[in-house]
Structures are given as C-alpha cells and as structure tokens.
C-alpha cells in the first residue's frame, strides 16, 4: 500500500520539496494519530493487566520516550529542516544558497535519532512478544497492540523515504554508503 502511494504521485512529488509535503502532510499527521490512541490507552491503564507488571511499566517507559523522540525530530524537521530543503530546492535543482541547515551534520544527528527509534520500536516488539496478544487479552488491549504494529509500518516507511528518497537527493550521498566522519 505504501509503494503504491509513492508510485501514483507524479514525478513532480518525489522532488525533495514533494516529498518534504509527503512526509509532513501525510507521515507526521497519521505517526500523530497513532501515537495519541496508544498513549491514551496506557493513560487510561496504567496497569496493563495483560503483562507482568515489569514489562507493563517497561512497555510505558518506552513509549513515551518513543514518542518523544518522534514529536521531537518531527518539530525539528517542520521547523527548520523541511523549510530549509524548499527553499534550497526548485524541483530537483539545488540552488546557491545552501546555508547551515543542510550541513552534514543536521543529516547526520538526523539519522543517529531515526536509529534511537527505530531501536526503541524493536524493543516495544519485543517486550510485547511481537504485538501478539494473549488468547485472554482484552478488546481495548487488542486494539493497542493493533495500533502499535500500524505505528511502527508507518515510522519504518517514513523513515525508509527520508534515508532512501528524501535525503540521499539533498545531501548527494545514498544512504548505503554513508559513512561520516567522527569526531
């Protein structure tokens, strides 16, 4: 389904100013959602009666720092990055005036936070035996375990463009060869 919304847009929306549009118009708002149902569940349960309590306040911590880090990168990206790629970008053709904000390092911090949450993901994976519920498990249960597989599809895709769409055109590296310097 994914493929599908990338291959039904015009050549003109996989420029780095479309796909800036793609990621925040239609990524952020649907990462947002899901985010908002699974954080009012564990709200509302703070015991999630399904797991050993352990896990159950493991699985909360996680989440919220999760969560956290993906309002976090996504305000960053709003506010600075995205606005900077559009006005730097006309199409595919880069202009003059490229500034800070398209430094290697703006990319690189980037890619170290898509890894964080990409880690973190796999972690709620595997403190909830891959999102699969107990044959007991509660119908509101059931929904949040539902939810947290819809939200990881939905960051691995988003993230997927931005390190193989996305920023591979505006830093003119693909991100199978990336290897920066470190300091």
């Known amino acids: 389904m ?28 649907e990462i947002n959602a899901s985010c908002s149902k699974i954080e009012s569940y564990l709200i509302s349960n703070p015991q999630i009666k399904e797991l050993p309590v352990s896990v159950a306040e493991l699985v909360q911590l996680v989440f919220s720092r999760l969560e956290d880090e993906i309002k976090h990168l996504f305000l960053k990206q709003s506010g600075i990055v995205y606005p900077c790629i559009k006005r730097n970008y006309k199409g ?5 005036h490229s ?14 936070t ?14 909830l035996n891959n999102f699969s519920p107990t044959p007991n498990a509660s119908t509101q249960w059931r929904e949040c375990l539902n939810e947290l597989f819809t939200l990881e599809t939905k960051v691995l895709q988003w993230i997927h463009v ?15 060869t990336h290897h920066g310097h470190h300091h």
């Open 114 to 127: 898509h890894q964080v949450i990409i880690n973190l993901m796999q972690r709620l994976r595997q403190l």
């Open 92 to 96: 595919t053709v880069k202009m003059d």
């Open 162 to 176: 931005e390190q193989n769409l996305l920023y591979p055109k505006v830093t003119g590296k693909s991100a199978k």
């Open 2 to 29: 994914f493929l599908h919304r990338l291959e039904t847009r015009s050549q003109e929306a996989l420029t780095p100013e479309g796909l800036c549009n793609l990621i925040q118009f239609e990524f952020q708002p």
């Open 99 to 112: 500034g800070p904000c398209l430094e290697h390092k703006v990319f690189e911090n980037i890619h170290n």
